[in-house]
């Protein structure tokens, strides 16, 4: 830190993103990325013309790429928000509406607290229930920023489009956010209650079910007046935040929805046979509808799970948190990586190398 930074950020804690290993080749259960690779439309999509139009600004409105993606969810162009990853979305939000305030659960994604303490904002931490749900009624009424992960994150449980819609319409003086990164492999979306409500911001990513982490690009559903309020910090702080190539390539891979579909189906079937041995080894699995595990066992702590599946090559994510520390969360990766991580799990738990 130099002695030039603002008294306010010298104490902010950063966001700790997962380990991204550059030396040796992990199997990468760590960060919840896809096992599969984008739509082959999209490296077609990218020719040499593509690089060479690098030299001009990309297009602020994302016109092409706006206008596709209202058409396939079926809302107006008025209604969506395109960002350079949904963090994206979540820093603008959390600048806008923060104010008075943000409501959260302890357990859910740490960038919320981050964003929290970036721009000042007083944050109400709820506890989850003793079972990781969600506390539908502390999250009533609060009529302040409220931000629910559905699926949460780590822990993979969703809440369905009614419980929802309780927290929506019981804040109308707050804006909702509800941070749907993980909605595509098995929780419903609840993006068309932005027709009803206007406090109610849904934020998407392209960088898990559609295979595009690297790309950044997240996009948002909201009433009119949510998203010009986004426009107008964009338009303060970057207009191309999304850059030629990922404008393109995320054009491009709209185009293909069976794969999408097809990848989403495969991820939560091989979720749910993961689920089932892991349980049949005796770890306490909670019911994830997202693209990773959240498991703990009796007979190995979090870490050192951890550790010794990364000393076999397998990375998975464990959190310090005091909670859920004796937790891991393992993203679901192809069944042939799966299967290897549950061999080296049963070699560790069973094998009693614990
Ligand atoms: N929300 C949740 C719950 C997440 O887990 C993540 C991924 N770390 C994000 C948002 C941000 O994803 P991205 O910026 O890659 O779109």
């Not at 295979?211 to 338009?235: P, Q, T, V, W």
């Amino acid at each position: 830190m130099s002695r030039f930074l603002s008294e306010k950020l010298s104490a902010l804690e950063a966001y700790v993103p997962g380990e991204q290993p550059k030396i040796k080749r992990y199997i990468k259960l760590n960060t919840n990325e896809s096992p599969y690779p984008p739509p082959k439309c999209v490296a077609d999509a990218v020719g040499r013309q593509e690089i060479e139009d690098l030299r001009l600004y990309s297009d602020p409105e994302c016109t092409a790429l706006k206008a596709k993606l209202a058409d396939l969810y079926g809302v107006k162009e008025k209604n969506v928000f395109l960002s350079n990853g949904s963090d994206e979305i979540l820093n603008f939000a959390f600048m806008a509406y923060g104010e008075n305030g943000a409501v959260f659960p302890d357990i859910t994604y740490g960038f919320y607290s981050v964003f929290a303490d970036l721009y000042g904002v007083n944050a109400e931490i709820v506890p989850l229930n003793d079972d990781f749900t969600v506390d539908i009624n502390a999250f009533c009424g609060k009529n302040r920023l409220v931000v629910l992960a559905n699926p949460n994150a780590p822990t993979g449980i969703a809440l369905g489009l009614s419980e929802i819609e309780k927290i929506v319409s019981s804040n109308p003086d707050g804006v909702v956010i509800i941070d749907e990164a993980y909605v595509d492999f098995g929780a419903q979306s609840a993006y068309k209650l932005t027709e009803k409500y206007d406090n109610l911001l849904v934020v998407e990513t392209y960088s898990k079910s559609r295979s595009m982490a690297g790309a950044r690009l997240g996009f948002a559903f909201a009433d009119e007046g949510i998203i010009s309020d986004l426009e107008r910090i964009k338009y303060s702080t970057n207009p191309y935040n999304i850059n030629r190539i990922t404008q393109i390539a995320g054009t491009a891979a709209l185009v293909n929805q069976e794969y999408f579909n097809e990848n989403c189906r495969k991820i939560a079937e091989t979720r749910e046979y993961v689920k089932e041995e892991l349980r049949k080894m005796g770890f306490k699995v909670t019911d994830s509808v997202a693209n990773f595990l959240f498991a703990k066992s009796d007979k190995i702590s979090g870490s050192k799970l951890y550790t010794s599946l990364k000393e076999r090559g397998i990375l998975i994510r464990h959190f310090e948190a005091e909670r859920i520390k004796d937790y891991n969360r393992i993203t679901v990766g192809s069944r042939e990586e799966m299967e290897i991580f549950l061999d080296a799990v049963r070699e560790i738990i069973i094998g009693g190398i614990v």
